[in-house]
Protein backbone atom coordinates (compact mmCIF):
# COMPACT_ATOMS: atom_id res chain seq x y z
CA UNK A 1 0.00 0.00 0.00
CA UNK A 2 1.53 3.37 -0.93
CA UNK A 3 1.86 5.53 1.52
CA UNK A 4 0.60 9.44 1.21
CA UNK A 5 4.37 9.96 1.03
CA UNK A 6 5.36 7.33 -1.65
CA UNK A 7 2.11 8.15 -3.25
CA UNK A 8 2.82 11.64 -3.22
CA UNK A 9 6.38 10.77 -5.03
CA UNK A 10 4.56 8.57 -7.36
CA UNK A 11 2.48 11.01 -8.46
CA UNK A 12 5.23 13.39 -9.07
CA UNK A 13 6.98 11.21 -11.29
CA UNK A 14 4.08 10.91 -13.59
CA UNK A 15 3.72 14.55 -13.80
CA UNK A 16 7.11 14.81 -14.52
CA UNK A 17 7.37 11.88 -16.82
CA UNK A 18 4.30 13.85 -18.44
CA UNK A 19 5.83 16.85 -18.09
CA UNK A 20 9.18 15.36 -20.30
CA UNK A 21 6.93 13.67 -22.87
CA UNK A 22 5.59 16.88 -23.66
CA UNK A 23 8.76 18.59 -23.83
CA UNK A 24 9.77 15.62 -25.77
CA UNK A 25 6.80 15.98 -28.05
CA UNK A 26 7.30 19.93 -28.57
CA UNK A 27 10.60 19.39 -28.95
CA UNK A 28 9.33 17.06 -32.09
CA UNK A 29 7.68 19.46 -32.72
CA UNK A 30 9.33 23.08 -33.03
CA UNK A 31 9.12 23.73 -37.09
CA UNK A 32 9.19 27.24 -36.17
CA UNK A 33 11.93 26.94 -34.47
CA UNK A 34 13.74 24.59 -36.79
CA UNK A 35 12.51 26.54 -39.88
CA UNK A 36 13.69 29.91 -37.96
CA UNK A 37 16.66 28.42 -37.99
CA UNK A 38 17.03 27.16 -41.57
CA UNK A 39 16.02 30.95 -42.40
CA UNK A 40 18.89 31.94 -40.45
CA UNK A 41 20.81 29.62 -41.90
CA UNK A 42 19.20 31.46 -45.40
CA UNK A 43 19.86 35.12 -44.17
CA UNK A 44 23.64 33.59 -43.28
CA UNK A 45 24.40 32.10 -47.13
CA UNK A 46 22.60 35.49 -48.20
CA UNK A 47 24.92 37.40 -45.87
CA UNK A 48 28.03 35.47 -47.14
CA UNK A 49 26.76 35.93 -50.92
CA UNK A 50 26.41 39.44 -50.35
CA UNK A 51 29.87 39.85 -48.61
CA UNK A 52 30.93 37.79 -51.58
CA UNK A 53 29.56 40.25 -53.89
CA UNK A 54 30.80 43.07 -52.10
CA UNK A 55 34.00 41.72 -51.92
CA UNK A 56 33.85 41.45 -55.67
CA UNK A 57 32.06 44.77 -56.10
CA UNK A 58 35.27 46.20 -53.85
CA UNK A 59 37.50 44.04 -55.95
CA UNK A 60 36.04 45.46 -59.07
CA UNK A 61 36.20 48.89 -57.60
CA UNK A 62 39.74 48.85 -56.57
CA UNK A 63 41.28 50.33 -59.58
CA UNK A 64 39.28 53.76 -58.46
CA UNK A 65 39.28 54.66 -62.44
CA UNK A 66 37.47 58.36 -62.36
CA UNK A 67 38.15 59.21 -66.28
CA UNK A 68 40.83 56.90 -69.01
CA UNK A 69 41.04 57.72 -72.85
CA UNK A 70 42.03 54.37 -74.60
CA UNK A 71 42.62 56.32 -77.80
CA UNK A 72 40.49 53.52 -79.62
CA UNK A 73 38.98 55.71 -82.00
CA UNK A 74 40.30 56.96 -85.27
CA UNK A 75 40.07 60.57 -84.55
CA UNK A 76 40.93 62.78 -81.13
CA UNK A 77 38.10 62.77 -78.85
CA UNK A 78 37.42 66.32 -78.32
CA UNK A 79 34.88 65.96 -75.82
CA UNK A 80 38.06 65.23 -73.32
CA UNK A 81 40.74 66.77 -75.01
CA UNK A 82 41.70 70.26 -76.80
CA UNK A 83 44.41 71.62 -78.60
CA UNK A 84 47.69 73.50 -77.77
CA UNK A 85 47.89 75.68 -81.02
CA UNK A 86 50.91 77.64 -82.46
CA UNK A 87 54.66 78.72 -80.47
CA UNK A 88 55.83 78.45 -77.02
CA UNK A 89 58.10 80.91 -75.82
CA UNK A 90 59.39 79.43 -73.23
CA UNK A 91 62.38 77.35 -73.18
CA UNK A 92 63.42 78.20 -76.97
CA UNK A 93 61.19 75.37 -78.07
CA UNK A 94 61.61 75.31 -81.83
CA UNK A 95 58.35 73.80 -83.18
CA UNK A 96 55.25 74.99 -84.01
CA UNK A 97 52.41 73.03 -82.19
CA UNK A 98 49.42 71.97 -84.67
CA UNK A 99 46.29 69.61 -85.16
CA UNK A 100 47.56 67.97 -87.79
CA UNK A 101 50.31 66.68 -86.33
CA UNK A 102 48.56 64.32 -83.24
CA UNK A 103 46.47 61.27 -84.59
CA UNK A 104 44.82 58.34 -82.93
CA UNK A 105 45.01 55.20 -84.85
CA UNK A 106 45.16 51.31 -83.75
CA UNK A 107 44.91 51.92 -80.55
CA UNK A 108 47.17 54.74 -79.90
CA UNK A 109 47.88 58.14 -80.00
CA UNK A 110 50.57 59.56 -82.16
CA UNK A 111 52.32 63.01 -81.68
CA UNK A 112 54.32 63.81 -84.58
CA UNK A 113 57.59 65.68 -84.50
CA UNK A 114 58.37 66.89 -88.60
CA UNK A 115 60.76 69.26 -90.24
CA UNK A 116 58.64 71.36 -92.25
CA UNK A 117 61.41 74.03 -93.12
CA UNK A 118 59.25 78.10 -93.41
CA UNK A 119 56.25 76.67 -91.83
CA UNK A 120 53.51 79.18 -91.47
CA UNK A 121 52.73 79.28 -87.64
CA UNK A 122 50.21 81.64 -86.67
CA UNK A 123 51.89 84.64 -88.12
CA UNK A 124 55.57 83.51 -87.79
CA UNK A 125 57.88 80.86 -88.91
CA UNK A 126 59.25 77.56 -87.84
CA UNK A 127 61.18 75.13 -89.47
CA UNK A 128 59.80 72.42 -87.38
CA UNK A 129 56.20 71.21 -86.13
CA UNK A 130 54.72 69.09 -83.43
CA UNK A 131 51.61 68.25 -81.57
CA UNK A 132 50.34 69.39 -78.06
CA UNK A 133 46.52 68.26 -76.20
CA UNK A 134 45.77 68.81 -72.94
CA UNK A 135 42.31 68.66 -71.11
CA UNK A 136 42.32 72.49 -70.31
CA UNK A 137 38.78 73.85 -69.97
CA UNK A 138 37.52 70.35 -70.64
CA UNK A 139 38.11 68.74 -67.49
CA UNK A 140 40.42 68.95 -64.50
CA UNK A 141 40.98 67.05 -61.36
CA UNK A 142 42.70 68.23 -57.21
CA UNK A 143 44.31 64.93 -56.31
CA UNK A 144 44.30 60.80 -57.65
CA UNK A 145 46.64 58.84 -59.66
CA UNK A 146 47.57 59.72 -63.16
CA UNK A 147 49.09 57.66 -65.33
CA UNK A 148 49.61 57.37 -69.33
CA UNK A 149 51.50 54.22 -71.26
CA UNK A 150 53.64 55.74 -73.55
CA UNK A 151 56.63 55.17 -75.89
CA UNK A 152 59.15 57.77 -77.21
CA UNK A 153 60.87 58.19 -80.05
CA UNK A 154 64.66 57.60 -80.24
CA UNK A 155 65.10 60.97 -81.31
CA UNK A 156 67.69 63.42 -80.06
CA UNK A 157 66.64 66.64 -80.22
CA UNK A 158 62.71 66.06 -79.02
CA UNK A 159 61.23 66.55 -75.70
CA UNK A 160 58.36 64.37 -74.81
CA UNK A 161 56.25 64.90 -72.03
CA UNK A 162 53.28 63.82 -69.55
CA UNK A 163 52.20 66.87 -67.49
CA UNK A 164 49.83 68.92 -65.67
CA UNK A 165 49.22 72.51 -64.61
CA UNK A 166 46.78 74.72 -62.87
CA UNK A 167 43.19 75.25 -64.54
CA UNK A 168 42.94 78.52 -63.19
CA UNK A 169 46.03 80.43 -62.06
CA UNK A 170 44.75 80.95 -58.55
CA UNK A 171 47.46 81.56 -56.73
CA UNK A 172 49.00 83.60 -59.70
CA UNK A 173 50.76 83.06 -63.24
CA UNK A 174 53.62 80.35 -63.38
CA UNK A 175 55.09 79.17 -61.10
CA UNK A 176 53.18 80.71 -58.22
CA UNK A 177 50.26 77.90 -59.34
CA UNK A 178 52.43 75.33 -60.02
CA UNK A 179 53.16 72.88 -62.18
CA UNK A 180 53.32 68.91 -62.06
CA UNK A 181 55.87 66.78 -64.74
CA UNK A 182 54.97 63.45 -64.01
CA UNK A 183 57.50 62.51 -66.76
CA UNK A 184 59.80 64.35 -69.16
CA UNK A 185 63.00 62.85 -71.31
CA UNK A 186 65.95 64.42 -72.84
CA UNK A 187 65.96 62.76 -76.31
CA UNK A 188 69.40 62.73 -76.38
CA UNK A 189 69.83 60.44 -73.54
CA UNK A 190 67.50 57.48 -73.14
CA UNK A 191 68.24 55.82 -70.22
CA UNK A 192 66.66 58.52 -68.02
CA UNK A 193 63.43 59.60 -67.24
CA UNK A 194 62.32 63.06 -64.79
CA UNK A 195 59.42 63.48 -62.46
CA UNK A 196 59.64 67.27 -61.54
CA UNK A 197 56.91 69.59 -59.54
CA UNK A 198 57.72 73.28 -60.11
CA UNK A 199 56.57 76.66 -57.94
CA UNK A 200 57.36 79.05 -55.93
CA UNK A 201 57.03 83.06 -55.74
CA UNK A 202 58.27 84.09 -59.47
CA UNK A 203 59.93 82.91 -62.74
CA UNK A 204 63.43 84.37 -60.93
CA UNK A 205 62.63 83.08 -57.54
CA UNK A 206 61.06 79.98 -58.25
CA UNK A 207 61.62 75.74 -56.78
CA UNK A 208 61.84 72.53 -58.34
CA UNK A 209 62.89 68.91 -56.58
CA UNK A 210 63.55 66.79 -60.05
CA UNK A 211 63.42 63.00 -59.31
CA UNK A 212 65.55 60.47 -61.93
CA UNK A 213 64.41 57.54 -62.78
CA UNK A 214 67.12 55.27 -64.80
CA UNK A 215 66.06 52.77 -66.95
CA UNK A 216 67.32 50.57 -69.73
CA UNK A 217 65.76 51.98 -73.13
CA UNK A 218 62.96 54.62 -72.63
CA UNK A 219 61.95 53.95 -76.56
CA UNK A 220 59.69 50.58 -75.48
CA UNK A 221 56.40 50.88 -73.73
CA UNK A 222 56.53 52.55 -69.69
CA UNK A 223 53.97 53.35 -67.49
CA UNK A 224 54.23 57.00 -65.87
CA UNK A 225 52.46 57.81 -63.12
CA UNK A 226 52.16 60.35 -60.00
CA UNK A 227 50.18 60.04 -57.25
CA UNK A 228 48.99 63.15 -55.65
CA UNK A 229 47.62 63.55 -52.37
CA UNK A 230 47.94 66.32 -50.18
CA UNK A 231 51.11 67.80 -49.06
CA UNK A 232 52.57 65.23 -51.34
CA UNK A 233 53.83 64.23 -55.14
CA UNK A 234 54.80 60.35 -55.38
CA UNK A 235 55.90 59.72 -59.10
CA UNK A 236 56.26 56.22 -60.36
CA UNK A 237 57.48 54.51 -63.56
CA UNK A 238 56.35 50.88 -64.14
CA UNK A 239 54.95 50.44 -60.82
CA UNK A 240 58.14 51.64 -59.25
CA UNK A 241 57.93 54.23 -56.65
CA UNK A 242 61.14 56.39 -57.62
CA UNK A 243 60.37 60.62 -56.11
CA UNK A 244 58.51 62.03 -53.93
CA UNK A 245 57.95 66.16 -53.48
CA UNK A 246 55.93 66.76 -49.84
CA UNK A 247 57.18 70.42 -49.17
CA UNK A 248 56.02 72.70 -50.82
CA UNK A 249 56.80 75.79 -48.77
CA UNK A 250 58.93 78.64 -49.54
CA UNK A 251 59.92 79.85 -51.71
CA UNK A 252 56.14 80.00 -51.82
CA UNK A 253 53.57 82.79 -52.44
CA UNK A 254 51.25 80.47 -50.83
CA UNK A 255 50.35 78.68 -47.68
CA UNK A 256 51.68 74.91 -47.96
CA UNK A 257 49.96 72.44 -49.25
CA UNK A 258 49.52 75.00 -51.80
CA UNK A 259 49.86 75.68 -54.91
CA UNK A 260 49.27 71.80 -55.11
CA UNK A 261 45.67 71.69 -54.18
CA UNK A 262 43.97 73.31 -57.00
CA UNK A 263 42.48 71.92 -60.14
CA UNK A 264 44.80 70.90 -62.40
CA UNK A 265 44.55 69.83 -66.32
CA UNK A 266 46.36 66.91 -68.54
CA UNK A 267 49.33 67.95 -70.85
CA UNK A 268 50.57 65.66 -73.65
CA UNK A 269 53.89 66.99 -76.34
CA UNK A 270 56.93 66.73 -77.94
CA UNK A 271 58.54 69.83 -77.61
CA UNK A 272 61.53 70.00 -80.51
CA UNK A 273 64.51 71.72 -79.90
CA UNK A 274 65.07 73.84 -76.75
CA UNK A 275 67.24 74.64 -74.12
CA UNK A 276 65.75 71.82 -72.11
CA UNK A 277 68.25 69.70 -74.56
CA UNK A 278 71.63 69.37 -74.14
CA UNK A 279 73.90 71.17 -77.57
CA UNK A 280 74.16 70.41 -80.04
CA UNK A 281 70.66 68.44 -79.36
CA UNK A 282 68.91 71.76 -78.55
CA UNK A 283 69.05 72.85 -81.75
CA UNK A 284 66.99 70.35 -83.60
CA UNK A 285 68.73 70.69 -87.22
CA UNK A 286 71.47 69.04 -85.74
CA UNK A 287 69.15 66.01 -86.18
CA UNK A 288 67.11 66.27 -88.62
CA UNK A 289 67.60 62.50 -90.18
CA UNK A 290 65.54 61.43 -86.74
CA UNK A 291 63.08 63.29 -88.25
CA UNK A 292 60.01 62.80 -88.11
CA UNK A 293 59.86 60.95 -84.72
CA UNK A 294 56.47 59.76 -83.06
CA UNK A 295 55.54 60.16 -79.36
CA UNK A 296 53.04 56.90 -78.80
CA UNK A 297 50.43 56.86 -76.59
CA UNK A 298 48.02 53.75 -75.67
CA UNK A 299 46.32 55.54 -73.12
CA UNK A 300 45.61 57.89 -70.19
CA UNK A 301 43.82 56.79 -67.06
CA UNK A 302 42.69 59.02 -63.59
CA UNK A 303 42.15 57.38 -60.53
CA UNK A 304 40.58 58.83 -57.28
CA UNK A 305 43.76 57.26 -55.33
CA UNK A 306 46.27 55.10 -56.84
CA UNK A 307 45.33 51.50 -57.43
CA UNK A 308 46.65 48.80 -54.98
CA UNK A 309 45.66 45.83 -56.32
CA1 LIG B 1 45.12 52.17 -76.24
Redesign the pocket.
Known amino acids: MLTPFKSSRLFFVLILCTFMVCCSDNNDILPGENAQSEDESLEEDEENTDSEEDSEEESANCDFLIWED???GAILDETKWSYQRGGWNGSNVQNCYVDENTTVSE??LKIIAKYEPGFDCFQSVTDFTSGFIQTKDKIAWTYGYFEARVKVPASNSTWPAFWLSPQEAVYGNWPQSGEIDVFEIKGHDMTKSYGNAHWGESATNKRQEKGTYEFADATQWHVYGVEWNEGELKFYIDGEHYHTINDFRAPNATTHPGPFNIEYYIRLNMAVGGDYLTEPHNNANNNLEQLPAVMEV??VRVYSQRPNC
Do not use: A, W
Request: aromatic share 28%; net charge negative.
Open positions: EFEGTDY
